[in-house]
């Protein structure tokens, strides 16, 4: 055995050893039949694998890892590839968002205790890919993100649907008895047709475009669709690239700069991408050790365009937009108008401009050029007010324009059960201008701040043709999501938010255009109702990982991180193990 690789490589502390140890560290790898000379010093590759039946989004996971092991193996790398917590977003009650954190730990010990040089992480569904790159940036090795790619497009009855956006269209036109329970079966099953993530521009794609955006994965690693040969490809690439990356020592430090983020956020901008994103990119931020703020969306891109016309703000869906040239032609309109850092490092090792520099769109109905944008300024708002101090957020450009100016009175909902019961009762004393007030749904309150912050409409309004109203929680809501819906209310009302003191009848003002939310009661009033408030009891939050989830999760505003969680430990190599 030679050990003539750079000493630097972390799996050499391993596989370098001529003693007791090193026997143990290579002899039970090589029960699948390596030869001795795998472990001359090649670089060893992890590739952090989310599949799982119970996420159907990642379905395809296993082949797609097939794809970077072909890659790792032709560029001299050692693959080892390994499971990690996989989080189902249909599936995961209360809700997914709860075990993203745990899912980053899994994530960064895994990555922290074996003897690994460089990882490729597969992510998908939504929640899989925040926790893998916020577990990755707490170790900070030579990284390189593949996302699973999107689903085909959805076929109904001649008609394009669309995952989530129209399920949520879909059980309301059910409820407003505009279509049969046969129809809304038969749409399930036209929806989801193929392996991959969600195809409207909701959490899963718009972090796909994140990860591209911020340069950790390969140019067209947004819009592939899953099922496409060319995802395959990318897949195989990746899997020669992250050698290199590691024979160049290119760590995740150098790619997630602040410039990276900001690329981020106004790439978020010029998609219409998820609200979700915010608090994702905040917690990223916090693990590799960029300081971003709620302010930092606002400040940087609600005067960006969006340029893509997906659902749910728009109209077409991922495939087409892949067909029409995908991400690279909406970051080069950003680079040419200076709204990028065209230089930042990106994981091939070239500079986002020079990534993009021959990106072509080939339908300007689904990618629309900068100048004449589908919706001018339509980055996400951060609303601020006595009903938010530390912050919520709007999705102007998914809501409805004669709303984001408006004053009405509260109907309040102390608990998701408490709406379920009440949101159909026929004498519920509601009319389209009010404000929805929803209690209790965010990162304690929950727990996991779910994505039910887009109430359903009352069906006496929606057989009235309302199809939009003023709904306020500190719950988040599904990227696949619509509608004039504030979201992300910092403090939340289980850490004791004045949203806790909201009570039917009190008037409530949504300023979208002077970005606050005030709520018109007193401060004497807010105390003295403070004063008698008691928080309810948090659901299965007695033991185990959700108490200690509840008792260190931060607010939105901090990216719903766990308090001892922010920051990296690097990936120092441990003690022995026997
Ligand atoms: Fe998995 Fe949408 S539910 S990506
Ligand atoms: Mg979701």
Redesign the pocket.
């Known amino acids: 055995m030679t050990d003539d690789a750079p000493p630097k490589l972390r799996s050499r502390a391993w596989f370098a050893r001529q003693d007791k140890m090193g026997f143990y560290y290579r002899s039970w790898l090589r029960n699948r039949g390596l030869p001795n000379d795998q472990f001359d010093g090649r670089p060893v590759i992890g590739i952090c694998n989310t599949w799982s039946e119970l996420?159907?989004?990642?379905g395809h996971f296993r082949t797609v890892a097939e794809h970077v092991r072909y890659g790792i193996l032709e560029a001299g790398g050692y693959p080892l590839e390994f499971p990690v917590m996989s989080l189902?977003?249909?599936q995961l009650r209360p809700t997914a968002m709860l075990y993203r954190n745990l899912a980053s730990m899994d994530v960064e010990e895994a990555l922290r205790a074996n003897p690994l040089d460089g990882v490729v992480l597969l992510m998908?569904?939504?929640k899989t890919t925040p926790a893998l790159l916020m577990g990755a940036s707490s170790v900070d090795l030579p990284t390189i993100g593949v996302s699973g790619g999107p689903m085909l497009n959805g076929h109904y009855r001649g008609q394009k649907i669309g995952?989530?956006t129209n399920t949520i269209s879909m059980s309301e036109q059910l409820r407003a008895g505009e279509i049969t329970l046969r129809e809304f079966h038969e749409a399930e099953s036209a929806m989801s047709r193929s392996a991959g993530?969600?195809m409207t521009m909701?959490?899963?794609s718009t972090m796909a475009c994140m990860v591209e955006a911020l340069g950790v994965g390969l140019p067209g690693n947004a819009a592939i669709p899953a099922v496409d040969a060319r995802r395959n490809e990318l897949a195989r690439l990746a899997g020669r690239r992250i050698v290199d990356m590691v024979k160049e020592d290119l760590r995740l430090t150098k790619i997630l700069t602040r410039e990276a983020f900001e690329n981020a956020i106004r790439t978020l901008a010029a998609i219409g991408g998820s609200t979700n994103a915010v608090v994702h990119l905040l917690a990223i931020a916090g693990r590799i050790g960029v300081k971003l703020t709620l302010e930092d969306f606002d400040r940087l891109a609600s005067e960006v365009n969006c340029l893509v016309n997906l659902r749910p703000s728009g109209e077409h869906l991922m495939e087409d937009f892949y067909y029409a040239g995908g991400l690279p032609v909406v970051l080069k309109d950003l680079v040419e108008r200076g709204l990028l850092h065209g230089d930042a490092l990106t994981a091939n090792g070239r500079s986002l401009a020079e990534n993009v520099a021959d990106a072509q769109c080939w339908n300007r109905d689904v990618i629309h050029a900068y100048d004449a944008p589908f919706k001018p300024q339509a980055g996400i708002a951060v609303l601020r007010g006595n009903l938010c101090p530390d912050g919520a957020v709007i999705k102007p450009s998914a809501a409805s324009p004669h709303l984001l100016r408006h004053t009405g009175r509260a109907v309040v909902f102390e608990s998701i059960e408490d709406l379920h019961a009440r949101i159909n009762d026929e004498d519920l004393d509601i009319d389209e201008s009010c404000v929805m007030v929803l209690k209790y749904c965010g990162p304690k309150g929950y727990p996991g701040m779910a994505e039910v912050g887009n109430m359903p409409l009352p069906p006496k309004l929606l057989r009235k043709g309302v199809r939009d109203m003023i709904r306020i929680s500190d719950a988040r809501m599904s990227g696949?999501a619509y509608g004039t819906v504030v979201l992300h209310v910092a403090p939340e009302a289980m850490a004791g938010g004045n949203l806790a003191l909201v009570r039917n009848g009190d008037m409530i003002t949504l300023d979208v255009p002077a970005r606050s939310l005030h709520l018109h009661v007193e401060e004497a009033e807010l105390a003295a109702r403070r004063a008698v408030w008691t928080p309810p009891p948090i659901p299965l939050a007695e033991r185990g990982y959700t108490k200690m989830y509840v008792d260190h999760v931060l607010q939105a505003d901090k990216g719903v991180d766990l308090d001892f969680l922010q920051g990296s430990s690097g990936s120092p190599v441990a003690r022995d193990n026997h």
């Open positions: 996420t159907p989004c990642n189902g977003e249909t998908g569904c939504d995952s989530g993530s969600c909701g959490t899963a696949t």
